[in-house]
């Protein structure tokens, strides 16, 4: 706050290191639109930081992300690009790592194999968030006491045994889940027209035994807009000027998404514990290493 750097027993941050405060990145993502918008296609691949406390089989507080960003794209470029991608880098082990993938058949997860040839094979579904919780909704009613999360309603982030049931159950397929609710996603996400901006150009998408593998967006390039969405959530523009300016003085429409790489190394090779996916797992609690 303000009053900090007063002596006061507040941290005087014009004695830190970098003489004011700084974070650890969640995403190289606003970086990234930047080299794009000069550069026009472009990934970032880096460690990323959450400080969720989040105890689950799927999440750790630093972990890698591969996230790339395209210029002159929109919510369809982006997961064309997503889905080109993941069947190409599946596809990539099912050639060269036969050995590696028979060994985590036999001992990690039966059919592996066979669900990644699957995976490479089948085009992935794509379903809007609306039709998503009225397909939800539609099962949830059939017996409730199966879910642990069994209110669903327009609105709801979905959880992860809400993904698995639409990408293992319902598709038997990879899924991408797109349009969600403008109140559950970032501000940096384009509103949807169609709808006065109800929904955000954004998409998931869900896949078999993992759940969410990757998260995308158009991004919001119009300044007005952008300005209203910052102040709504009552963000200081002045921490973003750099961002603000890529609109300021000329944009384009551009678009990208974020994948998970210890997430997409639980999938590929049938491992449930993302800890077991990363050589030195850090989660709250716990940063030995």
């Not at 003489?19 to 691949?45: N, R, W």
């Not at 750790?60 to 929109?74: G, I, R």
């Not at 794509?126 to 609105?155: C, H, M, T």
Request: with cysteine; proline share 4%; charged share 30%.
């Amino acid at each position: 706050g303000e009053e900090d750097g007063d002596g006061g027993g507040g941290v005087d941050y014009k004695m830190d290191f970098f003489g004011k405060p700084s974070f650890l990145t969640v995403s190289g993502q606003l970086g990234g639109e930047t080299y794009a918008c000069a550069l026009g296609d472009v990934y970032t691949f880096g460690p990323t930081f959450r400080a969720e406390n989040s105890q689950t089989t799927r999440h750790l507080a630093e972990f890698h992300m591969v996230e790339p960003e395209m210029a002159f794209a929109d919510l369809d470029s982006a997961m064309n690009n997503a889905e080109g991608m993941l069947k190409a880098v599946v596809g990539g082990v099912l050639e060269s790592c036969d050995e590696d993938l028979t060994f985590f058949s036999k001992f990690y997860s039966k059919g592996l194999k066979e669900r990644l040839t699957k995976l490479v094979d089948t085009p992935f579904a794509r379903v809007s968030y609306r039709e998503a919780i009225e397909y939800l909704q539609e099962e949830i009613e059939k017996d409730r006491s199966k879910w642990q999360f069994p209110d669903v309603e327009f609105g709801t982030d979905l959880a992860t045994e809400h993904e698995r049931w639409l990408a293992e159950t319902k598709f038997e397929s990879a899924v991408f889940v797109y349009n969600y609710p403008k109140s559950i996603k970032a501000f940096y996400m384009r509103d949807n027209d169609e709808d006065g901006g109800e929904t955000v150009n954004a998409m998931d998408l869900l896949v078999p035994g993992v759940g969410e593998l990757v998260g995308g967006s158009q991004r919001e390039e119009r300044l007005g807009v952008l300005e209203t969405k910052m102040k709504d959530l009552d963000l200081n523009p002045d921490d973003y000027w750099w961002y603000l300016d890529l609109r300021r003085f000329g944009s384009v429409p551009h678009a990208g998404y974020g994948l998970g790489f210890e997430r997409l190394v639980c999938y590929v090779c049938g491992i449930e514990n993302i800890r077991d996916a990363i050589a030195f797992p850090r989660y709250p609690g716990n940063a030995e290493f």
